[in-house]
């Protein structure tokens, strides 16, 4: 896969000094939510794929870069071939502890400073891969 194809996106809290970062390293795709002041990760979420028919056996195949979700733990929607067709955002709470990633104004993933595991729009079991966006607070689309 060409490179310039995978997405990235960076920003930094002014209030909380904490960071979230969209990599998208043309396998999947996760967002991550820094420690204030710095770039250690304190929570984290799978987004999306960018290959299909992921297999759990298979999984172990990706060592040394963040995994692709296997099939047995989304809902049919996970890939997404082109990134860069789609407009995204992030919209932080006010306090800087909590960001919500959007895509085409559809809330796709949520991190809190408070929880580990992030919350995303694709899956159907909470696994390593985070927890389904459906039990997220109503206030993610607002």
């Known amino acids: 896969m060409d490179t310039r194809e995978n997405l990235f996106l960076s920003e930094t809290h002014g209030?909380?000094?904490?960071?979230?970062?969209?990599?998208?390293?043309?396998?999947?795709?996760?967002?991550?939510?820094?420690?204030?002041?710095g770039l250690r990760?304190?929570?984290?979420?799978?987004?999306?794929?960018?290959?299909?028919?992921?297999?759990?056996d298979d999984v172990q195949?990706?060592?040394?870069a963040p995994p692709p979700a296997p099939i047995t733990v989304v809902d049919g929607q996970e890939v997404c071939p082109?990134?860069?067709?789609?407009r995204w955002e992030?919209?932080?709470?006010?306090?800087g502890e909590a960001v919500t990633l959007l895509r085409d104004s559809e809330p796709m993933a949520f991190l809190s400073s408070r929880e580990r595991r992030g919350m995303s729009r694709h899956l159907v079991v909470e696994c390593g891969?985070?927890?389904?966006?459906?039990?997220?607070?109503r206030k993610l689309a607002d």
């Open 15 to 37: 209030v909380s000094g904490r960071s979230v970062i969209l990599e998208d390293d043309g396998t999947s795709a996760w967002l991550h939510l820094t420690e204030r002041g």
């Open 41 to 56: 990760p304190v929570a984290d979420a799978w987004v999306y794929n960018r290959v299909t028919g992921v297999h759990p």
């Open 61 to 64: 195949l990706y060592r040394g």
């Open 82 to 86: 082109s990134p860069e067709q789609h």
């Open 90 to 95: 992030l919209r932080w709470e006010e306090d």
């Open 129 to 137: 891969w985070g927890t389904p966006l459906r039990l997220a607070p």
